[in-house]
C-alpha cells in the first residue's frame, strides 16, 4: 500500500494522503550525539517553524524542519526528523512528549544565524 507525503501552505503542514497532520509552531525535544545536536543543550526544546521536505524511513515518516531552540535561541535546519509512523496504512502521530533525533548517517543539523546576533548581514 502506498501512502502520498507532501509539504503543504509553504512549509507549515506534513500531509499524509491529503489530510494535514503535523503542524508548525509545535514544541519538540530534539537530541542528537556530539555532531548530531541541534544547539549546546542536552536536549533542545525546539519549536517547529517550518518543514522543507518529507519522505519515509521504511514505516516511519520524516521531515526536514527548521526552528528554534526556546532554551537557547539557537535556530537550526534539523534533516528526518521522525514526526509518525505508518500502521496498517494508517499514519500514527508521534506522541507530543517523545524525544526525537536527527536521521542517522545524514548531514548534521545545520545552525542558522539568529536575527540581531552577530555575524548575521
Do not use: H, K
Amino acid at each position: 500500500m502506498s501512502v502520498a507525503l507532501r509539504v503543504l501552505d509553504d512549509g507549515a503542514w506534513v500531509s499524509v494522503n491529503d489530510e494535514r497532520r503535523v503542524s508548525v509552531s509545535e514544541l519538540w525535544r530534539v537530541a542528537g550525539d556530539d555532531a548530531d545536536t541541534v544547539c549546546a543543550c542536552d536536549s533542545a526544546d525546539f519549536v517547529v517553524e517550518g518543514f522543507t521536505d518529507v519522505g519515509a524511513d521504511g514505516r516511519t515518516v520524516t521531515a526536514d524542519v527548521y526552528g528554534q531552540c526556546i532554551r537557547c535561541g539557537d535556530a537550526a535546519s534539523v534533516p528526518g526528523v521522525a514526526v509518525g509512523r505508518v500502521v496498517d496504512g494508517a499514519f500514527r502521530p508521534l506522541a507530543g512528549e517523545a524525544v526525537r533525533f536527527p536521521r542517522a548517517g545524514l548531514a548534521a543539523p545545520q545552525r542558522l544565524p539568529v536575527p540581531g546576533s552577530a555575524g548575521e548581514d
